[in-house]
């Protein structure tokens, strides 16, 4: 069974940003439990940071998530910004692009543009020492994402914000990418040599296999006869898998596509 951590940004003393008359944590918070409650109905187990509206500590959160064996974490904020407000949603993944980080990204900003925002796609930060500049995404080595659902200063994007639209949206987007069971691809073991074009034998056919569950879900992963020979339709499946998976896209089944398995 798959494990996932929900995290809520902000909280106790910490609002995170206001606007009219609206707080940050509040909306974090609703969507974080929504979600995590959505995603342990189909079957995840879903490892929070906060559950009330208490503090939290960023250190503390990053260490839970390290240590939990979690598949994927999902930090909850909202946008503000000066000026004019800005609208729409946007992701922010670990300058290192760790594992599916950048998967899941991609996949949580679809459903939410399909709820009518602005995508505005992924991004890196940095601080001044060249590093990520979100402490969750700095301190944690796991696949991880901070998600800016919508800028809290903008009066259309908060009228049509809707906690459990969004909360959806957000397992939605993890469970296109993270399947329910086995918190992966469920690939076989690397067999410690890469897999390319050539290869065939038993362990080609459960990679075919599990390529045509994925493609059950995802249809961008063409369905594979499970004959056990690397041909070309292997290779552009596992083409799109690396691509889905913010992978280097060579067609090899080497250490770095195992890394995601």
Known sequence: MARIAIFAGHGGSDPGAVANGLREKDFTLAVSNQASNILRGWGYTVINNRTTDVDRNITRDANLAN???VSALVEIHLNSNNGTPGTGSEAFVSIRNI???RAVA???LQRISDLGY?????KTQLNASGQDAFGILRL???PAVL???AFINNSQDMARFNVGEMAWAVASGIRDVIPVSGGGSGFPPYPGSAIRVGASGETVRQIQRCLNRIGQRRP???QLTEDGAFGPRTLGA???FQWMNGLGVDGVIGPATSGVW
């Open 238 to 240: 596992v083409v799109v």
């Open 99 to 101: 594992g599916r980080s």
């Open 140 to 142: 944690t080595n796991i």
């Open 106 to 108: 991609a996949a949580i």
């Open 220 to 222: 961008e992963i063409q």
């Open 147 to 149: 998600a800016e659902l």
């Open 67 to 69: 240590d939990s064996g």
């Open 118 to 122: 602005r995508n505005r796609g992924i």
